[in-house]
């Protein structure tokens, strides 16, 4: 019987490239998208597509429920993969943006993974695989929201997979560094909205206009980015293998970050941070 993945976040990037990666392996991928014309889109290139905006919940369930219909009522697999940024310094993030980057990022994950256990309870079994960040265990400045909210997602997964073991059910992270996506263009309408009206009133004025702007707008790749494929080979073994792992680390800086959090005392490692950011 071929099985079920139903993958968030496919109209660019990781999710775009794990959804065709995937359906070459003979999985039936169901593409969520939250923009109509990425559903069509992804429907034109072969790919069942439903619309799910993390920031609509009545899309998460009609989206599910969709998904359900295209899958006969099963579903083997889902990969939370949509999240947004918005950059800022933690002083000048107003509240109403970190909870709507909360919104995206955790509580609407938090909705469809609660729909898809249920019918992977009934099926008494399953797979929810998160794709958390290397910021979900170690925190750079001016990402507190993004910081916040896959550490919070990194909690709920390790609460869960304590929670489901025995079940039939499995949890992991994968937990990416630099990877080819468009995070970064797909933040600057957050911080045009929330940060950069302000930013000649805040003390961090000069570290906007010099380093976080250049960087957000120029773009241009980190030293150690690599492409889409790296998170597609996690993906795999975390849907195929009969023992899946509840941590997959893709870069060169993740492995190196987790390293050190292991062996650096707090303020050693929060020097290495702010020398790397």
Request: charge should be positive.
């Amino acid at each position: 019987m071929t099985k079920t993945l139903l993958i968030t976040g496919c109209s660019s990037g990781i999710g775009y490239h794990c959804a065709h990666g995937m359906k070459a392996r003979g999985w039936h991928v169901i593409a969520s998208c939250r923009k109509q014309a990425d559903v069509e889109r992804m429907r034109a290139g072969g790919l069942d597509s439903v619309l799910i905006d993390y920031d609509d919940e009545d899309t998460i369930h009609t989206g599910f429920d969709e998904t359900l219909a295209l899958t006969d009522g099963r579903i083997d697999a889902l990969f939370n993969n949509g999240a947004y940024g918005t950059p800022a310094m933690a002083e000048d993030l107003p509240t109403e943006a970190l909870r709507a980057n909360f919104e995206s990022n955790f509580f609407g994950w938090h909705t469809l993974t609660r729909r898809a256990l249920k019918i992977m309870r009934e099926q008494g079994s399953g797979r929810i695989i998160q794709n958390s960040s290397i910021l979900g265990f170690v925190t750079l400045p001016a990402r507190a929201a993004y910081n916040a909210s896959k550490f919070a997602i990194e909690g709920l997964s390790d609460t869960m997979r304590i929670e489901l073991h025995g079940s039939g059910i499995f949890i992991s992270l994968i937990e990416p560094g630099p990877v080819t996506s468009m995070i970064r263009v797909n933040s600057i309408p957050h911080y045009e909205k929330w940060i950069k009206p302000n930013i000649e009133n805040s003390v961090w004025a000069d570290r906007y206009r010099d380093k976080l702007e250049p960087r957000l707008y120029n773009g241009g790749e980190d030293k150690f980015e690599l492409g889409p494929e790296s998170v597609l080979k996690r993906l795999v073994h975390a849907c195929e293998s009969p023992r899946p792992k509840p941590r997959y680390y893709v870069t060169t800086p993740t492995y190196a970050m987790g390293f050190l959090k292991r062996i650096l005392p707090v303020r050693a490692l929060d020097w290495v941070l702010r020398k790397s950011s």
